[in-house]
Nanobody, 115 residues
Framework: QVQLVESGGGLVQPGGSLRLSCAAS????????MAWYRQAPGKQRELVAG???????AYVDSVKGRFTISRDNAQNRVYLQMNSLKPEDTAVYYC?????????WGQGTQVTVSS
């Protein structure tokens, strides 16, 4: 079955950086719009960044200028480079793959920003 496997989460101090990676398997990756969502305790899951199959990107206002989403279609991977991390970025980060007919989620990776 389709798998989305996230990696790269962890504990980082405020101002630090992390790079999340999502490896996709058993899908025609190139046709999927990919995205990163996050969910903090007691809050709804929110869209953080998305990248369309054609490469166009979009970001939630709170991460603009700090986070960068990218994709490698040859490796079936999507990345989220997170810089200048803040405590409010603490959440479980989920990889999402969406086509016209399918919507898949990864299991999530924890990101904790704390001193």
């Amino acid at each position: 079955q389709v798998q989305l496997v996230e990696s790269g989460g962890g504990l980082v101090q405020p101002g630090g950086s992390l790079r999340l990676s999502c490896a996709a398997s058993r899908i025609m990756f190139i046709i999927y719009n990919m995205a990163w969502y996050r969910q903090a305790p007691g809050k709804q899951r929110e869209l953080v960044a998305g990248i369309e199959s054609g490469g166009r990107t979009a970001y939630v206002d709170s991460v603009k200028g700090r986070f960068t989403i990218s994709r490698d279609n040859a490796q079936n991977r999507v990345y989220l480079q997170m810089n200048s991390l803040k405590p409010e970025d603490t959440a479980v980060y989920y990889c999402n793959a969406q086509s016209r007919v399918n919507n898949y989620w990864g299991q999530g990776t924890q990101v904790t920003v704390s001193s």
